[in-house]
């Protein structure tokens, strides 16, 4: 396969493409296949031979795509969405076509300095305040890890990087009960443990369930009388189970009085901080030392980007940041090697997906989006909460919301049902111990109709059960 072919054959992808969106609707949200099927399908010997494009492109439209789960369906409710936009998949092609490794400025000047550009735009659609810079990384979960590490660092004198980690202080961190994984992974990974990972407690009766900051400053105080020492504290805004968001204001300060620097996980609900009336739930946040947020999320740039907004870099590139001589440049000072503040050395051109989305929908585009997906999840949670035998467990924060039917089991057979179904999707969380049904809404096609047969297919199957 050469170039020349390669034209040939994007069209017909394209073309492919193109199909394969317009009859989404049409298709299950989630196959109806069991593990280890469609390996029998595609087995083979290694190639040794080569095969006709045509060949293998056919085998991909016949067995491929009634084998995935389509997160690109509108009615996709399940987790969060992983929206793809189609500009920022335009994008993707294009960066897919340079095939560049932007992992320093001169190796990909254009990616470098419009990533700069992109930070900047998404700070100030997000309301943050002008100092912050920041970074793209692939997930919300590098970004995290960075952003403890750095942490771990700071507490250390930067002497972790160097010396190890062996007879040093016992470290802790601090974080909600309702943080995401990613923050026991990065406690795992960056030697700090999961045991010194210190769960606080939740504010009574608190309707976005954030931590208690009272908690927080007496179990910092603890530890510290106890010989431990403090490295920093992450919060949450719109955890993943069901939203939950901590009184940054409230926790910010109290981390500030102990001088402990702060991340905050807002990988999904960042995005629609985009729309001023929801920055309440944020109120704070330009306190903070680190946010991440996933554009690849709920925004609508193509997986994956994540971006890590940062106060001040230079704690993060100390801690991150190697250079190598076969790694250094001319004129050093000048420049931002971007991979000084991330993980991984390779970088791929991820910024072009975000200028093409937020140029090709504008701002106001993504808003009127964003606040129909809020208004249609109340829609939806007054339709559910109005059917026999439903209960609604976490009301809305902004899409997201929980409910179940009758009791544990039930609610899991319902759950199950509905997704053998396949017109819509939605998956499971725990709630103070209950098994709860999740609903987001935020796929990027999706329409009020679409959210609406939520209730339809609900109450159908529900009564059949
Ligand atoms: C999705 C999510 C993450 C993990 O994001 P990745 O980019 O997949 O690593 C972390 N925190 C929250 C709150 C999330 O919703």
């Known amino acids: 396969m050469d170039h020349d072919d390669l034209a040939h054959w994007s069209k017909r992808a394209a073309d492919w493409a193109r199909d394969y969106h317009a009859t989404l609707r049409d298709r299950p949200v989630r196959p109806n296949i069991a593990p280890g099927e469609f390996r029998a399908l595609i087995d083979a010997p290694l190639p040794e031979d080569p095969e006709p494009i045509e060949t293998i492109f056919d085998d991909f ?16 409710f399940a987790y969060f969405p992983a929206n793809a936009a189609p500009a920022s998949m335009l994008a993707e092609q294009l960066a897919n076509a340079m095939a560049a490794q932007a992992m320093l400025w001169q190796t990909a000047p254009a990616a470098n300095e419009m990533e700069e550009l992109v930070i900047d735009w998404m700070r100030e659609a997000l309301g943050l305040p002008e100092g912050f810079t920041g970074t793209i990384h692939d997930s919300a979960t590098t970004a995290t890890f960075s952003a403890v590490a750095t942490m771990r660092e700071q507490a250390l004198n930067y002497e972790g990087v ?47 369930f954030s931590m208690d900051p009272t908690a927080l400053d007496r179990l910092i105080r603890e530890d510290k009388a106890a010989g431990y020492t403090p490295i920093g504290v992450v919060l949450a805004t719109g955890g993943t189970a069901i939203g939950a968001c901590d009184d940054l204001d409230a926790a910010i300060a109290v ?38 947020f996933n554009p690849h999320k709920w925004l609508g740039a193509q997986f994956d ?5 940062l106060r001040d870099p230079t704690p993060q590139v100390r801690t991150m940041g190697l250079r190598p001589a076969y790694l250094q440049t001319l004129g050093d000072d000048e420049v931002t090697n971007f991979n000084e503040w991330t993980l991984p050395l390779g970088r791929r051109f991820r910024a072009l997906k975000l200028w093409f989305l937020l140029r090709a929908e504008g701002l106001s585009g993504l808003r009127a989006r964003i606040r129909n997906h809020v208004a249609w999840a109340h829609d939806a949670r007054d339709a559910i909460a109005a059917l026999p035998g439903f209960e609604i467990v976490t009301e809305p924060i902004l899409s997201l919301f929980t409910f179940r039917f009758r009791d544990d089991a039930t609610t899991e057979r319902l759950l199950d049902a509905v997704n053998r179904d396949g017109r819509i999707y939605l998956t499971q969380t725990s709630h103070d111990s209950a098994f709860v049904i999740r609903m987001q809404v935020g796929q990027f096609d999706v329409t009020r109709e679409d959210v609406m047969m939520v209730p339809d297919v609900l109450r159908e199957i529900s009564e059949s059960l």
């Open 255 to 292: 981390a500030r009085d102990h001088h402990l620097p702060t991340h905050v996980d807002a990988a999904w609900a960042g995005s629609a901080m985009i729309c001023p009336e929801f920055r309440d739930l944020w109120a704070g946040v330009e306190q903070a030392d680190s946010v991440v």
């Open 305 to 309: 980007l994540s971006i890590q907004f």
């Open 61 to 76: 439209t016949r067995l491929v795509p009634d084998a995935m789960t389509h997160w690109q369906h509108p009615r996709f």
């Open 162 to 208: 160097t010396q190890g980690l062996h007879g040093g202080p016992r470290l802790r961190l601090y974080a909600s009960a309702q943080t995401h994984s990613s923050v026991t992974k990065a406690a795992r990974l960056t030697g700090i443990g999961a045991e010194n990972l210190v769960q606080v407690p939740g504010r009574r009766g608190d309707p976005h």
